[in-house]
């Protein structure tokens, strides 16, 4: 089936360690995107990318980073100098913008903790 | 700026009541998108419904109903005869039209989180 897979679904982070968040999608899709979600609050954009090798800040880029070296893949680095990380971290993919009406298709999240 | 409100944080109904979600958003732009997508407790959002701006036209599909009115800037989500298994958190998005190389970036909502009690 085709689809978007996070992992892990769960990860810790200790005080001054870079993690990375893994997504992958089987869709075809050149569009990638990731979003946080804190508790009782909407998601935000961190960082998309609209093709590979190529990606854009989104509203709340500081202290993340990004590749984008396959068309299937897309992770997500939350750096040391992300001095809150802890949040659901969703990736999502969509077809190429034609205008903004694309649909987004999600993975399941990831739950980012801080030990 | 754009700007996506939902008021409703959480709602709380016994099944088969209806339950009726408000969205209102701002933007300056003349073309866009809105969507809503829900999300389970498994954490995935899917994707429920897209309406444009120049389609003013309400619709139904199944058990769901939606009401876009541009003069006030809302697009409600219903859902009719609530089943337990509606229970989830709904967003409302909104699409930032414009530039190719934008991407298609969406503004969401703090989300409703709609609970169904048997």
């Known amino acids: 089936d085709g689809g978007i897979t996070q992992s892990p679904k769960y990860l810790f982070r200790k005080e001054g360690q870079n993690v990375t968040l893994s997504c992958e999608q089987n869709?075809?899709?050149?569009?990638m995107y990731w979003y946080r979600q804190d508790p009782g609050q909407g998601l935000r954009l961190i960082y998309y990318?609209?093709?590979?090798?190529?990606?854009q800040k989104g509203d709340i880029a500081e202290g993340y980073s990004v590749s984008r070296e396959k068309k299937e893949s897309f992770p997500l680095t939350v750096t040391s100098a992300q001095k809150n990380p802890t949040a659901f971290y969703l990736c999502?993919?969509?077809?190429?913008?034609?205008?903004?009406?694309?649909?987004?298709?999600f993975g399941s999240g990831t739950q980012l903790s801080v030990l | 700026a754009q700007k996506v409100t939902q008021a409703q944080t959480e709602i709380s109904v016994v099944e088969k009541e209806d339950v009726t979600l408000d969205c209102v958003y701002e933007?300056?732009?003349?073309?866009?998108?809105l969507f809503w997508y829900k999300q389970p407790p498994s954490g995935e959002l899917v994707f429920l419904i897209r309406?444009?701006?120049?389609?003013?036209q309400n619709e139904i599909s199944g058990r769901y109903s939606w009401n876009f009115q541009k003069s006030t800037s809302s697009f409600n989500f219903t859902i009719t005869a609530s089943q337990v298994v509606d229970s989830a958190v709904y967003f409302c998005?909104?699409?930032?039209?414009?530039?190719?190389?934008?991407?298609?970036?969406?503004?969401f909502g703090g989300g409703t989180r709609v609970l169904v009690k048997p």
């Open positions: 999502a993919s969509s077809t190429p913008r034609t205008g903004g009406k694309e649909k987004l298709f």
């Open positions: 869709l075809n899709h050149d569009a």
């Open positions: 933007t300056r732009d003349t073309t866009y998108y």
């Open positions: 309406r444009n701006s120049f389609d003013e």
């Open positions: 990318s609209q093709i590979v090798n190529d990606f």
């Open positions: 998005a909104l699409s930032e039209p414009g530039i190719k190389a934008a991407g298609n970036k969406l503004t």
